[in-house]
């Protein structure tokens, strides 16, 4: 089936504004995961949810940063008030189950902000 | 918190030559798992090691992961050019935390 999609695939966005990002999982796969790559560097968790709840949010660098996954599917990552910080490549993963289990990963949602 | 150290950061060789990059964790493991992330593509799963001790074998690439489940290690043998990517190892502690904890990576660059 397909693999984990995101969009979008680039976002371009003026300092201080909202943004909005859309991961859709692996149909059928309970575990999400939100990362965030910036050039050079590894990876850096932000939040996971089990179905729709997120039991470990501890990774979100502010409060400008939330996330919410309805129908234990498709989840959204949104940063307001964006800073330049913020530029990023924010990766999105699924897992079958939550726990010692592979992860697979989307494309990514590469956001400068300007 | 948890902390998963890779060296080394970068690594060229040459096609033909073997490479290794070495993972250590501050705390005791209960898996690790290893992906590659090609130049401007996402981390793409290779393994995961659950048992001390563990080695597993994928073609050209061994995997270890160490008796006391702290450290990890990823040996390709004659290197291709299609090995370039950048190699991370991720480590989860188990218990009540399920974070996967990603080492910084190693980037493999070979040259033909």
């Known amino acids: 089936g397909a693999g984990v999609s995101q969009s979008p695939s680039n976002k371009v966005t003026e300092k201080g504004k909202d943004v909005e990002l859309r991961c859709d999982p692996i149909?059928?796969?309970?575990?999400l995961y939100w990362y965030r790559q910036s050039l050079g560097q590894g990876l850096e968790f932000l939040i996971y949810f089990q179905g729709n709840s997120a039991p470990d949010k501890s990774g979100l660098p502010s409060d400008r940063f939330s996330a919410e996954r309805t129908g234990g599917s498709v989840s959204t990552l949104t940063i307001q008030r964006t800073q330049q910080e913020d530029s990023a490549v924010y990766l999105c993963?699924?897992?079958?189950?939550?726990?010692?289990?592979?992860?697979?990963f989307g494309p990514g949602t590469r956001l400068t902000v300007l | 918190g948890q902390q998963v150290m890779q060296i080394p950061q970068y690594q060229h060789v040459q096609e033909g030559e073997d490479f290794t990059t070495y993972c250590n964790s501050s705390t005791t493991l209960s898996n690790i798992q290893w992906y590659k992330q090609r130049p401007g593509g996402h981390p793409v799963f290779l393994i995961q090691?659950?048992?001390?001790?563990e080695v597993k074998k994928q073609k050209r690439l061994t995997f270890q992961f160490g008796e006391a489940k702290k450290n990890s290690s990823l040996h390709i043998t004659a290197t291709q050019t299609t090995d370039v990517g950048t190699y991370f190892c991720?480590?989860?502690?188990?218990?009540?935390?399920?974070?996967?904890?990603f080492g910084k990576g190693t980037l493999l660059t070979v040259n033909p």
């Open positions: 149909s059928g796969h309970t575990a």
């Open positions: 993963a699924s897992s079958l189950v939550w726990g010692a289990d592979t992860q697979y």
């Open positions: 991720a480590g989860q502690s188990g218990g009540s935390n399920y974070k996967l904890t």
């Open positions: 090691l659950v048992k001390s001790g």
